[in-house]
């Protein structure tokens, strides 16, 4: 569907982007993951037309569209802003497009209808201004004004990052379930590594201008190709020396086990590597226990669900147990 080969793009002297590799698949919902300035928007922008490379190629659906205009790629973009016009009514906005396309009255006003009831939004709010909404209606209505003009793929930059917590969760179940009812292909950038892993098809964590990797939710969490990978993506103990050494593993590697594969008081024969501890403190969230526990040298962080009966208090003596299998090592 969309086929990045060998692009780089520079600023000046500075090279933003170093030979990046991608094809994501038709119907795909593929984010572009990683911190500030790592180099997802700036692969984003490529793919839209807003930045030109310096080399390498952008093909879609095995059409080179390297050099070709952003209005003729199309490809719908919502922005972290959204960039809509808050004065217009919310009906303007989502036709604005397909006015400059000069698409017949009737035509306009029943595509906007039939997209507005998709994105869950009323005939009262198409009649209000954009100003009137809500943070996550306002949203709605970039998706569908990018969705309305019926584009090949949609991408979006960081579009819940201006919403509080809550409302975040709540839209990014929604955008997920949009994504499946219209099967339109999906490039989505965040720096939220839940967002993430939560909506995605597939994952590229980019670092510096590199991808670091490429996977599904599972494979960048539970089998990170690189330790940048295994750092950025959730939470994560790196084991020192003295627990590496009691599991047999390399000593010229560096090694991290996630929490909930670290277990407390684990009563199965399984081959773990055992040690007792000390329970530092804890963070209580009600599904599940967060504990500090001082074992083999070290402090080493763990998720216990709650059962409501097994729970610890600081300072207990507690026995600690990895398996060699759960460590990922580089």
Known sequence: MIQLSDIVVKFDDFEALHNINVHVKEGEFFTFLGPSGCGK??????????????SGTVKMQGRD???????????????????????????????FGLKLKKLS??????KVNTIARKVDLSDEQLAKAVSQLSGGQQQR???????VMEPAIICMDEPLSNLDAKLRVQLRNELKNMQRE??????YVTHDQEEALTLSDRIAVFNKGYIEQIGTPN??????????????????????????????????QHHFIRLERVHVNW???????????IIASREYYGLYIKYYIDAAGQTIKVIEKNDGINIYEPGDSVSVAIHPRDVMSY
């Open 41 to 54: 928007t700036t692969t984003l922008r490529t793919i839209t037309g807003f930045i030109e490379p310096v």
């Open 65 to 95: 569209i390297t050099h070709v205009p952003i209005e003729k790629r199309n490809i719908g973009i919502v922005f972290q802003s959204y960039a809509l016009f808050p004065t217009m009514t919310v009906r303007d906005n989502i036709a």
């Open 105 to 110: 009255k009737g035509e306009i006003e029943e």
């Open 141 to 147: 209505v970039a998706i569908a004004r990018a969705l």
């Open 182 to 187: 219209f099967g339109i292909t999906t490039i």
């Open 219 to 252: 494979e960048v969490y539970n089998h990170s190709a690189t330790e940048f990978v295994a750092n950025f993506i959730g939470d994560i103990n790196p084991l020192n020396a003295r627990a590496a050494e009691g599991m047999g593993l390399a000593a010229d």
């Open 267 to 277: 009563p199965h024969e399984d081959g773990s590597y055992r040690t007792q501890g």
